[in-house]
């Protein structure tokens, strides 16, 4: 058998279902690449394996019920845990243990999720970076701000590990690390409890190594019955590139890999276009940019008001770059977004893909930086749905992908589209 680190959240299920796998002899195949993998990853804040080992014991004896039954599971750490110290990747909050947990660790729970430990985020989610290396090559960034729960993933240690996205922080660390990653639409995951930065942008997203996963994740999540419904994935897509006004921003490979993508999949049959996004829509990089600064002044006010020296630069900087734009930019901002998410239905077709660039090129060398959300903060000021597939390496060696968006309301066309175009390019993301 495979070892069980490597399997897939729906193959781990499977052989345990068949009685080949328990939840324990997971885990402890979980745990053992951790033990191998770690110092070089660097992917995890805390653990408890001793309550893991117990409640995976519990869930063995129980039967295993729920969607998540057995499936150890690893959450960024501005996810609020009664059970684990939540910290933010910030000096302010060393050591400090929340009383309740979020909304999103309660539904795991539910699940029957075994919720292993916390992973590294950067500071509240914003700039400044952890510890966390590439798994692919550890002189080079995995992204951020998800960028433990990536790696994690990517390095087979867990089959299942949540992020958020404010820009790009799911999107951006998936395709750095080589890993599905997927980003609901806005709001699909309750953020109930996790640290926020930015009200109407955060969004909780996560990891996993199959296409099948991710109905079984995405539904689990947010608490429903079943899996998430996916289309038909044996008819053609229409699929759209769209480049957006920053495509010139991109290393050459990666707008080379997306294009070649989008001519196989036309040549297999997919009805394709490509779109210039109408004005105003390329102002909503602006917008992106207003909002993003802004609402962090709520967000963290506690942490500026009482804390301010042990915030780090970046945030500092960005905290003073909201108190600049003010009240009128920020509703204008706003309203734009919102008028941009209305009309969008005007020109995109509910059963249309979009495919564009997930990030710049390969993950940047060096630590000290994170890489570019500028080909995600658009899909996430839109609020739709976002999925990345890694499709191959580029001439550094690290991983070069690609990045599906749907309309809000037509994931089923979403993870159809992308479970036929990863059998047309002949991926192995399933099982």
């Known amino acids: 058998m495979t070892d069980p680190a490597q399997l897939s959240l729906s193959a781990a299920q499977r052989a345990m279902e068949s009685g080949d796998l328990t939840a324990a002899a997971l885990l402890e195949a979980c745990l053992e690449r951790i033990d191998a993998r770690e110092p070089d990853v660097l992917a995890w804040v805390t653990m408890d394996r001793e309550a893991a080992r117990a409640k995976a014991k519990a869930l063995d004896a129980a039967g295993r019920s729920g969607a998540l039954g057995g499936i150890p599971v690893g959450l960024k750490d501005i996810i609020e845990t009664a059970d684990f110290g939540t910290e933010y990747n910030s000096v302010i909050y060393k050591g400090y243990r929340p009383p309740v947990d979020a909304a999103v660790v309660s539904t795991i729970k539910n699940a029957g999720g075994n919720i292993l430990g916390k992973t590294v985020t ?128 991109a290393d050459q490979p990666a707008r080379d890999l997306v294009e070649e993508v989008f001519g196989k999949l036309g040549n297999a049959g997919a009805q394709t276009r490509e779109l210039d996004l109408p004005a105003p829509y390329p102002d909503l990089f602006d917008a992106h940019t207003v909002i993003g600064a802004v609402e962090p002044l709520s967000a963290i006010a506690w942490e500026i008001e009482n804390h301010w020296d042990d915030i780090p630069a970046p945030t500092r900087e960005l905290v003073e770059e909201g108190r600049g734009y003010g009240l009128q930019k920020y509703v204008e901002a706003t309203a734009l977004a919102e008028a941009c998410r209305r009309r969008l239905h005007d020109i995109i077709d509910p059963d249309e893909i979009i495919i564009t660039l997930p990030a710049p090129g390969e993950a940047p060398e060096g630590l000290s930086h994170t890489g570019s959300a500028e080909f995600n903060r658009l899909w996430t000021l839109l609020h739709v749905p976002c999925l990345h597939i890694p499709v191959d390496k580029g001439p550094k060696g690290l991983p070069l992908g690609i990045q599906l968006a749907s309309l809000r309301g037509s994931e089923a066309s979403l993870l159809a589209a992308a479970r036929w175009s990863a059998g047309k390019l002949g991926l192995d993301l399933f099982g």
């Open 122 to 249: 950067t500071t509240f989610a914003h700039r400044n970076p952890g510890p966390t290396r590439n798994p692919h090559n550890p002189g080079h960034s995995p992204g951020g701000s998800s960028s433990g729960s990536a790696a994690a993933v990517a390095d087979g240690m867990i089959p299942l590990a949540l992020g958020t996205q404010t820009g790009g922080s799911v999107l951006r660390p998936g395709a750095y690390c080589g890993v599905l990653a997927y980003k609901p639409a806005f709001d699909a995951i309750n953020f109930g409890g996790t640290k926020q930065i930015s009200a109407t942008l955060d969004t909780l997203g996560f990891y996993v190594r199959s296409l099948d996963d991710i109905p079984i994740a995405g539904a689990a999540l947010q608490g429903l019955r079943g899996t998430l419904p996916v289309g038909d994935d044996t008819a053609a897509p229409k699929i759209t590139l769209i480049r957006t006004t920053s495509w010139a921003q």
